[in-house]
């Protein structure tokens, strides 16, 4: 089976992964997260082409059928399914235009890869769910209670991680690992699934057309912002 995209892009996704670990280190929070708490595991889980490839490419051809049979065997019919990206949502938001509506709902039920309380794909998780934490339980709550700032770090990475696979696309993870596993391409325009199974699943990503930090973040994300442009400005004079 092929690789699902290589290159440079996928480097940077990787120390993209590592500086977020670093800056939450920096973060005074106190997240209840522990092993094989899995409330926030749910089927809703969205990630870019690009993570998609490299989760992939983190198994074995074993690993990969396994993958592709435990997906279509808990498919989640009911899964979100989003109708826009963080910067396109960024981007609606700065021409005043409608924000579509989109249904998301933990009870749509869990994440086909969680086994008995545990990811099968830890180490290469997409960004959607290490950036998963809350202070207080989810299960109890019924909600994660996650601080101001760690949102807006999420939101600031999720745009990064959108904007380094600018010509890609993103959607709900069962959908886009099935997709990858098909073997269909379809490039950067999804207007080629016309009339197949695929049409309406994914969305295009986008470059970043702002970075939604609020004013009371920015002085202390300045450096990380930095750090962050360095990476994608780095990937372009490299080529
Ligand atoms: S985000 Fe919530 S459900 Fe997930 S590990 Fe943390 S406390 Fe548990
Ligand atoms: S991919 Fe792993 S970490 Fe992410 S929701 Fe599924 S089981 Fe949880």
Request: negative net charge; glycine residues 10%.
């Amino acid at each position: 089976m092929n690789s699902h995209g290589v290159g440079p892009d996928r480097d940077v996704l990787k120390k993209i992964y590592s500086l977020y670990d670093r800056a939450m280190g920096d973060v005074d929070v106190a997240p209840v997260c522990r092993k094989k708490c899995s409330t926030c595991c749910t089927c809703n889980v969205t990630l870019t082409r690009l993570e998609a490839g490299l989760l992939m490419d983190s198994l074995g051809m074993e690993g990969k059928k396994d993958l592709g049979d435990r997906i279509q065997q808990r498919f989640p019919e009911k899964r979100y399914i989003p109708r826009m990206t963080t910067n396109g949502f960024a981007r609606l938001c700065m021409e005043d235009r409608e924000i579509p509506e989109e249904e998301n709902d933990p009870a749509f039920g869990a994440c086909p890869l969680l086994e008995d309380g545990l990811c099968m794909v830890y180490e290469a998780r997409p960004f959607g769910c290490r950036a998963l934490l809350s202070e207080t339980r989810c299960g109890r709550e019924g909600f994660a209670r996650v601080p101001p700032l760690v949102l807006t770090l999420n939101t600031l990475f999720l745009q990064t991680i959108e904007h380094l696979d600018q010509n890609g696309f993103s959607g709900n993870l069962s959908d886009m690992a099935l997709f990858l596993l098909s073997g269909r391409s379809f490039g950067s325009n999804t207007g080629n699934l016309h009339g197949t199974c695929w049409e309406g699943l994914f969305v295009h990503n986008e470059q970043i057309p702002m970075l939604m930090v609020p004013p009371k973040h920015q002085r202390r994300l300045k450096d990380l912002m930095e750090d962050l442009k360095g990476l994608l400005t780095g990937l372009t004079s490299s080529g």
